[in-house]
């Protein structure tokens, strides 16, 4: 990086996780980011209400992007657009649409009743083939779909994390070339997007995934999940050492 990480833009489930929960020490890697000036933000397809919980949970955060950069979180406020404001109808007509005319079998999540803007539904082990398939008919239908390891999300326009970590930025005077941004499925596709940050970095599962970004990361960690998080805390903190 051309200048000293000041801020990690980090997706949660995959990246965060392990087999589906959180992982300890991804906890730990945050615990010692911060400690050492580097602030953790949280971007993630989960709704507002989940991410305002992870806000107050994980150690040292203070605020996070939700629905796939739609709303920012900051504990103890309203959520905040950062995106137009969605037709939640709309969107779920098409998804409606999709399993009656194209038996999709799309199972609303479980969270519904805490997103403010986004649809999403459980992936319940969709393949890419069939996600691409869906994704194709989503847009004929004006829609835009994208996925994660455990979500299928309708949006009215593409979802770009990315942007959204732009726009914060911007608003606290950062330098995006001090922003490191890790992810592990499509939908982080806007964190992946060169010349945007510092550094762009991808889970060891991206790699299997590549073919379907516009752009595929700098860099992509040897380990999955949560272990890959960890390896690239690692690696800011071993370069922020080398610098001081």
Not at 21 to 33: G, V
Not at 62 to 71: F, V
Not at 167 to 187: C, S
Request: aromatic share 4%; with cysteine.
């Amino acid at each position: 990086m051309a200048q000293r990480p000041a801020l990690i833009a980090t997706d949660v489930d995959g990246t965060l996780t392990r087999a589906g929960k959180l992982d300890p020490a991804a906890l730990a890697a945050i615990t010692r980011l911060v400690a050492a000036g580097v602030a953790v933000v949280p971007v993630s397809g989960r709704p507002a209400g989940e991410v305002t919980g992870l806000c107050r949970y994980l150690p040292g955060v203070t605020h996070g992007l939700a629905e796939n950069g739609l709303l920012e979180v900051i504990p103890d406020r309203a959520p905040r657009w950062l995106g137009k404001p969605t037709d939640k109808p709309r969107l779920r007509q098409v998804g409606e649409r999709l399993n009656a005319e194209h038996a999709a079998a799309l199972r609303l999540t479980g969270d519904d009743f805490c997103r403010l803007g986004d649809i999403a539904y459980e992936r319940d082990g969709r393949d890419e083939a069939e996600l691409v398939r869906l994704r194709d008919l989503a847009a004929e239908m004006g829609v835009h779909l994208v996925w994660s390891n455990v979500h299928v999300h309708l949006a009215e326009s593409v979802p770009d994390k990315g942007a959204a970590v732009l726009q914060m930025a911007a608003e606290h005077g950062l330098d995006p070339r001090a922003i490191v941004t890790i992810g592990d499925a499509p939908n982080d596709a806007g964190l992946f997007v060169g010349g945007r940050f510092g550094a762009t970095v991808g889970t060891a599962d991206i790699a299997g995934q590549l073919q379907y970004l516009p752009e595929a990361p700098q860099y992509i960690t040897q380990a999955r999940e949560g272990a890959g998080f960890v390896e690239m805390a690692e690696a800011v903190l071993a370069a922020l050492a080398a610098g001081a």
